[in-house]
């Protein structure tokens, strides 16, 4: 029996051809190794993310989230909720919040789940994996699970907004978290504690309406780790890293810059450190290919 | 001008505040703003606001209500969270940007070709389908949200970055044909369709 049991909630940009599936491939591999077992809530639906607000309003918006975590009431009782997207994990806490805040609400969200057989207790705790990792697995046990460590590969700590703000990982700071670059460390790898960039936004889901004013925010991203010589930049979050990665070829050709920046989840990394193979650990899900962790996957 | 709009005017004509405290999502929080201005200093896209947040809730306060809502600022939040976690006084500023264009858009002035409003509003009509966001359709319906010849373009100017993330599995054109989705949908839009009446009929209420 696994050691530790979560409800999952893996999020539409996981899903088998979408483009956070490689997120779930490495974070599948993680938890093997960790002795985690993640029990996917059944027949979860998308939380709307950030901009659910304009066609949702306030009450269908909070109605997915109430839906998702009322399911995961039925069916993986006792069980915390994990989301391994930033945007899920935040909309469903916030939800739930909202919920404990105004009763009135929580009425009327069950009134409109009434319609669909459910029920809302709300009082299930809802993690982000990186609380997981950090809370209740902790840097000694990943450490001891480390095979390979990331030996000579400097990464810079994209931690990135909705992972951090407004909820963030319990005894982080805001402004200057720092456990992704404990993680990085813990890996064997050289972290980038003064990454002046580990919380500018990218723009999230703007990168798709306003992608000029997003992509002068992402070069910025991009140009700061390159500064302080990282090999490549690790996030925990599925916009961020799509973002950050795949419009690096427009911005060279916007501002004459010559990125090729690898951009990979902690998860990625991860399983490579735990000796896992590079499909197991998804590096063939980059789209600018992490070398220097092929290397280390091969030998 | 929507009819529901005409019905708010005609309520609140002596206060801007009460309408928003009372329609907007996390609205009764706009009297506490103490106009330091860290929200506007925070903002990632700051410089690209009509009026920032410190000034939309001055304006609000004002009485300024057309200004207010028929502007472009509060579509260009990009849900970064920099603004809530620094306000002194604790105001959630993000939902409250959140339910100002949310209730613009309810009355029918919100900005027309808002870029953000138009992909929010294809993102929810795309997730209603099914459930679950089909990442291909919604991306496809955002480079042809202004026309065929843009569309054209758009997607000329994209075919790279979807080379790429077909190739590393990140897209499927399978996504075209039906694609994932939740298998309770009638139970699932029932239960939206239930919030969104209870919802209306809230507003509906405070507009007679």
Same mark, same amino acid.
């Given at each position: 029996?696994a ?11 996981? +899903? ?11 974070v599948?591999t993680m938890?093997?190794?960790l002795?985690?077992q *993640? ?7 998308? !939380?709307?993310?950030s ?6 309003? %306030? ?14 009431? +039925?069916h ?11 945007? !899920? ?11 404990q ?7 009327e ?9 459910l029920? /809302? ?9 990186? %609380?997981? /990792? ?7 046990a ?5 095979k ?7 990464i ?6 909705q992972?951090n703000?407004p ?8 402004e ?30 703007l ?8 992509? %002068?925010?992402?070069k ?6 390159y500064d302080?010589?990282?090999d ?14 795949v ?5 060279? =050709? ?14 990625t990394?991860?399983?490579v ?7 197991? =650990? ?8 992490a ?9 | 001008?929507?009819?529901?709009n ?5 309520k ?26 860290? !929200?506007?200093?925070? !903002? ?7 009026h920032?947040? +410190? ?5 609000i306060?004002a ?5 207010? *809502?028929?502007s ?7 849900s ?14 993000t939902h409250?940007?959140h ?23 294809l993102?929810?009509?795309? *997730? ?9 359709? *919604? ?7 202004n026309?065929?010849g ?18 590393t599995?990140?897209m ?6 039906g ?13 939206i369709?239930k919030?969104?009446?209870?919802e ?6 405070h507009g007679?």
């Open positions: 029996m050691k530790r049991e979560y409800s999952f909630y893996p999020g539409c940009s996981s +899903q088998k051809g979408a483009s956070s599936s490689n997120y779930l491939v490495s599948q938890c093997e190794e002795d985690i *993640l029990n996917e809530i059944p027949d979860w639906n998308c !939380c709307s993310a901009i659910g607000y304009a066609g949702g309003g %306030e009450l269908p918006r909070l109605v997915l989230s109430g839906r998702n975590i009322a399911l995961s009431e +039925q993986n009782p006792g069980q915390e909720i994990v989301a391994t997207c930033a945007a !899920c994990w935040l909309a469903t806490r916030e939800a739930q919040e909202r919920f805040h105004d009763q009135g609400l929580l009425a969200a069950n009134t409109a789940l009434a319609e669909a057989g029920k /809302l207790k709300n009082d299930t705790p809802i993690k982000h994996m990186a %609380e997981v /990792l950090v809370e209740d697995v902790g840097y000694d990943i450490k001891a699970k480390v390979k460590p990331l030996e000579g590969i400097k810079a700590g994209y931690v990135g907004c992972t703000r909820f963030g990982i319990a005894g982080e700071s805001f200057n978290p720092v456990y992704l670059d404990k993680l990085v460390d813990t890996l064997g790898a050289d972290s980038i504690p003064t990454y002046e960039k580990k919380v500018q936004c990218c723009g999230g889901a990168a798709f309406s306003e992608p000029a004013k997003s992509q %002068e925010m992402i910025g991203i991009i140009e700061a780790a302080h010589g990282a490549m930049i690790v996030t925990p979050c599925p916009v961020c890293q799509m973002n950050v990665e419009y690096q070829d427009q911005i060279n =050709a916007t501002y004459g810059t010559k990125f090729k920046m690898p951009v990979v989840y902690y998860s990394l991860m399983s450190a735990f000796g896992r193979s590079a499909k197991e =650990a998804a590096l063939n899900g980059q789209v600018i290919p070398k220097k962790l092929e290397e280390i996957a091969a030998k | 001008m929507s009819d529901l005409s019905a708010m005017i005609e609140y004509r002596t206060s801007f505040l009460k309408e928003v405290e009372a329609n907007v999502e996390e609205g009764e929080w706009v009297k506490m703003c103490m106009q330091c201005g860290v !929200c506007s200093g925070s !903002c990632p896209l700051g410089k690209f606001w009509d920032p947040p +410190q000034e939309i809730f001055m304006m306060r009485g300024k209500r057309e200004e207010v *809502l028929t472009d600022a509060m579509w260009m939040c990009t970064c969270y920099n603004c809530i976690v620094r306000c002194p006084r604790g105001l959630p500023i409250i940007m339910g100002l264009a949310h209730y613009a858009k309810r009355l029918g002035i919100a900005p027309q070709n808002q870029p953000t409003a138009k992909f929010a509003q993102m929810w009509d795309n *997730l209603m389908k099914k459930g679950r966001v089909n990442e291909l359709k *919604l991306g496809l319906s955002l480079y042809f949200m026309g065929f843009e569309g054209v373009k758009t997607a000329l100017k994209m075919k790279d970055i979807g080379l790429g993330m077909l190739k599995g990140r499927s054109p399978m996504e075209m044909l694609g994932h989705g939740v298998k309770d949908l009638g139970g699932f839009h029932k239960a369709k919030a969104q009446e209870l209306d009929a809230r507003i509906a209420k007679k």
